[in-house]
C-alpha cells in the first residue's frame, strides 16, 4: 500500500498507524546505517532541496545524512544565501525551486505556517523541518522513536514535558503525537512560558509544580530553556529556573527507577539539564534521539516519495 | 437641473417615514417629499422595488493617498465607496504624512474635491506623527475642515498624554477617536490570544490588551468631559464597558466592523490567510455575539469598515511579515443586509441609525433627512440582489477581503451625492 500522505507538515494528519508505519520503517533504515558502506541507491535520481530560512545545524544536517544515505540529490538553499535577503518574496523564491522540476522541499522558517504555503504554491512534497513557534514533525518522529525503543510502547505511558512550552515549536508537534500513541501527556513551566490555551495544545494536564509530577512520570521530556527567545525575561534568573525546572541530581530520588530522559538539544548544561542527568547512562536517552534523527528522516523521506519496497536491500 | 426619484420605498427613522414615495430633488437638496409628484422638466428616475435610504457613511477609513497610493487613493477608494453604497467616507489621517496639520486637511479635501466619488471627512492625528508625545493642531485643523481627530493605528500609549489629548480637544465640539491598543500587552501579537495564538503558534494579541485602553479612555473621558468614540470594538467585555459608560451619560460613542462580527478566529486556518490578519484581531465566537447584540440593543453607534487595503505583494506573505487590515468599503452593506437584516436580527430602521444618522451625529455632519430642505445625499439599495463576492469587481485597487466567494443578498444599486449619481446600476458615473 502506498503511503497515504504527500507531505509531513501537521502530524495530526496522521493516524497512529501510519506514525507506527514511519517508526518500523525508521527501525529497519538501522542496519543500513551500521554498514560499512553506509548508502542505498532507494532515491537515486530524486532532487530534494533543503530549505533552510533560519539558522540550523543539527536538524539540517541530520537531513543531509539522510538524504545521503539514500543517494538522493540534495540541493541546500537558504541561510546568508536566500533570495529573501535581496527582496524576493516566498512565493517568488518557491516559484524559482520548482522551475527547477526538484521533488521535495524541506523547509525551516523562522514564520508560523510556511511549510503549508510552500506545499500550495509548488505542489511537490514538503516536509516542515520547523515553522516559528508552530510545530516540528520530525523532531516529534524521531522523539516517539526513542520513546518506543526504550519504553516498547505508547499506551498509557505518561510523559511530562518540561520547560518553554509557549515558544516551543517541539511541543507544537510532540503533545498532539504522543496523544495520538495514547500517552498521557503533562506539560510542567512556569505560568509565564505556557501558552494561552494549554487544552488547544492537546496537553492533559499543566502545573508549575515539577517536584508534585515528577513521581508519575514514564518520560521526562526537557525543553531547552532558548535565551535567544527571553527577550521578555519570562523568569527572574537561570539560576531560579534551574533551582525550580531543572532535572537535577536533587530530583533524581522523585524519579521512577525505569524514567528516561529527553531532550531535543542543544543542552544547556545546569539550566535545565544538570551533567548527572544529561549523561546518566540509565536514563539519558539524548544521544539515541540524536541517531533516531536520521532513521526517522530516513523513513519519512522513503514513504513521502513513495517507496514500494523497503529499499535497504535495492 | 430636477431631479426626480420615484416609487422607491423610503426609510428615514428620523422623520418616522417608511413608504413608496416620491422625491424632487433640487440644486442639491429634497425639494419636495410626496405622492405622485410632477416637475416640468427634469430627470425621473424610476426606483420601483427598490430602497431609498438617507446617505450612508463609513466613518472608518484609509484611502492611503498621501503616501501609499499602491495601495489606494482618493480616487479608486472613493468609487469604492460609492460602489458599495457609501456618500461620505471619514479619511484616517495615518498617511504618509500624516494629516496633523492644516496643509494635510486642505490637501485630503483638495484631492477629493478633484477626483473624488463620495464626500471625504477629514479627520486628523491627536499629535504630531502619530508618535504620542506632542499636541497637533487642532484647532487650526478644524479652522481648515477637520472633522474628528485620531491616532488611528496606534493609540497613545502614554495615560499622562491621552489625558491631555482630551483635555485640549474638549475645548472645541469635536470627538477623539480612540484605538484601544495598549503596546506593553499586544507586543508583537499577530491574532487573538488564546486558542488561535496557541493553534498557529503566534504571539497572542490579549482582549486585555484593547479592553485595559478602553477602560482608561472612558475614565479619562469621565475626568476630561471630552466626547470619546472607541473605534474598532471587538470585545464582549468592551460592549460591556461603553453599555456602562453610557448608562453613566458620559459622552462616549463606539463603533464596530463587519468583520469582526461575521468572522472569528476560528477561519483563520492552518493556510494562514492573510486577508484574515486584522487589527484588533478577529476574536471568539462569543465576541462576536457580544458585538451583534450590541449592535442591536443600541450599545454600539455604528458599523464602519476599517476599510484597509493593502497591495497582493504585501499581503501575499509569511504571516507574521503581512500588514494588519482588510478592505470592506464594498461588502459592508451587502454583509449588513444578509447577516444583520435579512435575518431579523435588526430592522432597516436600525441599520439607517448604524450607518448614517449616528456616523453624521458623531462627526459633527449636517444631517440627512428625506424631508424638503435636507441635502439630498442617498442610497438606494436593491433588497433582493443576490451577488457573490469577487474581487473582479471591486474599484479598489486592493483584493485584501475576508469575504471573497461569500454568497450575499442585497447590495446598493445608486447612489446620490448633492443630487448627483456616483453610482447607477451598479456601476459608477464617470
Known amino acids: 500500500m502506498a503511503f497515504p500522505h504527500k507531505h509531513l507538515i501537521d502530524i495530526s494528519e496522521y493516524s497512529a498507524d501510519e506514525i507506527m508505519l514511519l517508526l518500523k520503517t525508521a527501525e529497519r533504515f538501522k542496519e543500513v546505517n551500521e554498514r560499512r558502506i553506509k548508502q542505498v541507491p532507494t532515491l537515486k535520481g530524486a532532487t530534494i532541496v533543503n530549505m533552510f530560512n533560519e539558522p540550523s545545524t543539527r536538524t539540517r544536517s541530520s537531513f543531509e545524512i539522510a538524504e545521503k544515505r539514500l543517494s538522493a540529490n540534495s540541493l541546500n538553499f537558504g541561510g546568508s544565501s536566500t533570495s529573501t535577503v535581496k527582496g524576493e518574496s516566498l512565493s517568488d523564491t518557491v516559484e524559482t525551486l520548482c522551475a527547477y522540476k526538484v521533488d521535495m522541499i524541506i523547509v525551516r522558517d523562522k514564520h508560523a505556517g510556511v511549510p503549508r504555503k510552500i506545499a500550495d504554491l509548488s505542489g511537490v512534497h514538503v516536509i516542515d523541518a520547523g515553522d516559528g513557534k508552530h510545530q516540528h514533525p520530525t523532531q516529534a518522529l524521531l522523539d516517539l522513536y526513542s520513546i518506543w525503543e526504550h519504553k516498547g510502547k505508547f499506551e498509557g505511558l505518561n510523559v511530562g514535558v518540561v520547560g518553554d512550552i509557549s515558544h516551543s515549536r517541539v511541543c507544537g508537534s510532540l503533545i498532539p503525537a504522543l496523544k495520538i500513541m495514547g500517552a498521557n501527556v503533562c506539560v510542567i513551566a512556569p505560568p509565564t512560558l505556557l501558552p494561552a490555551d494549554v487544552a488547544t ?95 526517522v528522516r530516513m523513513a519519512a523521506l522513503y514513504q513521502l516519495l513513495g517507496g514500494t519496497n523497503d529499499g535497504i536491500d535495492a | ?87 461620505a467616507v471619514c479619511a484616517m ?180 490567510p492573510t486577508s484574515l490578519k486584522v487589527n484588533p484581531p478577529l476574536r471568539t465566537k462569543a465576541d462576536a455575539k457580544a458585538l451583534i447584540e450590541g449592535v442591536a440593543d443600541g450599545t454600539i453607534d455604528a458599523i464602519v469598515t476599517d476599510h484597509a487595503p493593502h497591495t497582493d505583494w504585501e499581503k501575499d506573505r509569511e504571516f507574521e511579515l503581512s500588514p494588519f487590515g482588510m478592505i470592506g468599503l464594498e461588502t459592508s452593506l451587502g454583509l449588513v443586509l444578509t447577516n444583520l437584516v435579512n435575518s431579523g436580527v435588526i430592522d432597516y430602521a436600525r441599520m439607517i441609525e448604524l450607518m448614517a444618522i ?73
Request: aromatic share 6%; with cysteine; hydrophobic share 40%.
Open chain 2, 93 to 272: 489621517p495615518n498617511t504618509n504624512p500624516v494629516i496633523d496639520n492644516a496643509v494635510g486637511v486642505e490637501y485630503v479635501k483638495a484631492r477629493a474635491t478633484q477626483v473624488g466619488k463620495c464626500r471625504v471627512i477629514v479627520s486628523g492625528a491627536c499629535t504630531k506623527n502619530l508618535e504620542g508625545e506632542v499636541l497637533s493642531e487642532m484647532g487650526d485643523m478644524i479652522a481648515h475642515g477637520a472633522k474628528a481627530f485620531t491616532d488611528d493605528g496606534h493609540g497613545v500609549q502614554d495615560s499622562g498624554m491621552m489625558r491631555r489629548v482630551l483635555d485640549y480637544a474638549s475645548q472645541f465640539d469635536r470627538v477623539v477617536m480612540v484605538h484601544c491598543q495598549d503596546n506593553s500587552l499586544v507586543g508583537e501579537g499577530q491574532v487573538n490570544e488564546g486558542v488561535a495564538s496557541t493553534r498557529l503558534g503566534m504571539f497572542g494579541w490579549p482582549a486585555e490588551g484593547e479592553e485595559l485602553e478602553i477602560a482608561r479612555d472612558i475614565a479619562l473621558c469621565r475626568l476630561t468631559g471630552c466626547p470619546l468614540h472607541i473605534q474598532h470594538i471587538t470585545t464582549a467585555r468592551g460592549v460591556e464597558m461603553v453599555r456602562a459608560a453610557k448608562a453613566e451619560g458620559l459622552p462616549v460613542t463606539c463603533e464596530v466592523t463587519p468583520h469582526h462580527m461575521f468572522l472569528t478566529e476560528d477561519d483563520i486556518d492552518d493556510t494562514y
Open chain 2, 1 to 87: 437641473m430636477a431631479l426626480m426619484l420615484k416609487n422607491a420605498r423610503v426609510i428615514d427613522p428620523q422623520v418616522e417615514l417608511d413608504e413608496v414615495i416620491d422625491l424632487l430633488v433640487r440644486d442639491g437638496r429634497i425639494v419636495e417629499v410626496g405622492k405622485n409628484l410632477s416637475m416640468e422638466k427634469g430627470e425621473e428616475v424610476d426606483l420601483s422595488g427598490k430602497i431609498l435610504v438617507p446617505g450612508l457613511v463609513d466613518m472608518h477609513v484609509h484611502l492611503r493617498e498621501p503616501g501609499f497610493e499602491q495601495k489606494e487613493d482618493i480616487a479608486s477608494g472613493t468609487r469604492a465607496a460609492a460602489h458599495g453604497g457609501f456618500t
Open chain 2, 358 to 430: 449616528a456616523p453624521r451625529a458623531i462627526l459633527r455632519e449636517d444631517p440627512v433627512r428625506i424631508e424638503a430642505g435636507s441635502i439630498a445625499d442617498f442610497t438606494v439599495i436593491d433588497p433582493d440582489k443576490k451577488w457573490n463576492v469577487s474581487r473582479d469587481n471591486f474599484y479598489s485597487k486592493a483584493g485584501n477581503s475576508g469575504f471573497l466567494g461569500f454568497d450575499l443578498v442585497g447590495c446598493a444599486t445608486d447612489v446620490y451625492v448633492g443630487g448627483y449619481a456616483t453610482l447607477r446600476d451598479g456601476k459608477i458615473v464617470e
Open chain 1, 201 to 295: 495544545l492537546g496537553a492533559d494536564s499543566a502545573t508549575s509544580d515539577l517536584n508534585s509530577v515528577l513521581p508519575d512520570l514514564d518520560v521526562v521530556y526537557m525543553l531547552r530553556v532558548q535565551r535567544e527567545r527571553l527577550e521578555g525575561a519570562p523568569f527572574p534568573s537561570l539560576r531560579e529556573y534551574n533551582m525550580l525546572f531543572g532535572l537535577t541530581k536533587e530530583r533524581d530520588h522523585l524519579m521512577k527507577p525505569d524514567a528516561i530522559v529527553c531532550h531535543p538539544g542543544p543542552i544547556n548544561r545546569g539550566v535545565e539539564l544538570d551533567s548527572f542527568m544529561a549523561d546518566h547512562p540509565k536514563r539519558s536517552v539524548i544521544l539515541d534521539q540524536v541517531y533516531a534523527g536520521i532513521l
